[in-house]
């Protein structure tokens, strides 16, 4: 069974914190996996990245207030999200990227987070 799973999303007052956390099973041979999230009406968008070296990416908006980590023994990618603001709120989705090519992908169902003013 091949699934990328994210949990931990919720609610939160603005200034908050939340961990969500991503699972793939199934899938081997992972080099890249991240975060993004799309809001309602918006384009979905980069939140952060991480390869199997450990190299990390983020979005200019959440540089300094999120941080992505990630097992490869698991398969697995977190992200810690503190000082949340109520422009953080989306679903967030995990990516798996398999190989060099970007078109080689998979995506999990979405986590909903919602951060109240």
């Known amino acids: 069974q091949v699934q990328l799973v994210e949990s931990g999303g919720g609610l939160v007052q603005a200034g908050g914190s939340l961990s969500l956390s991503c699972a793939a099973s199934?899938?081997?041979?992972?080099?890249?996996m991240g975060w993004y999230r799309q809001a309602p009406g918006k384009q979905r968008e980069l939140v952060a990245t991480?390869?199997?070296?450990?190299?990390?990416n983020y979005a200019d908006h959440v540089k300094g207030r999120f941080t992505i980590s990630r097992d490869n023994a698991k398969n697995t990618v977190d992200l810690q999200m503190n000082s949340l603001k109520p422009e953080d709120t989306a679903v967030y989705y995990c990516?798996?990227?398999?190989?060099?090519?970007?078109?080689?992908?998979?995506w999990g169902q979405g986590t909903q987070v919602t951060v109240c003013s």
């Open positions: 990516r798996a990227q398999i190989g060099r090519d970007e078109n080689w992908e998979y």
């Open positions: 199934g899938i081997f041979s992972i080099t890249v």
């Open positions: 991480i390869s199997s070296a450990g190299s990390t």
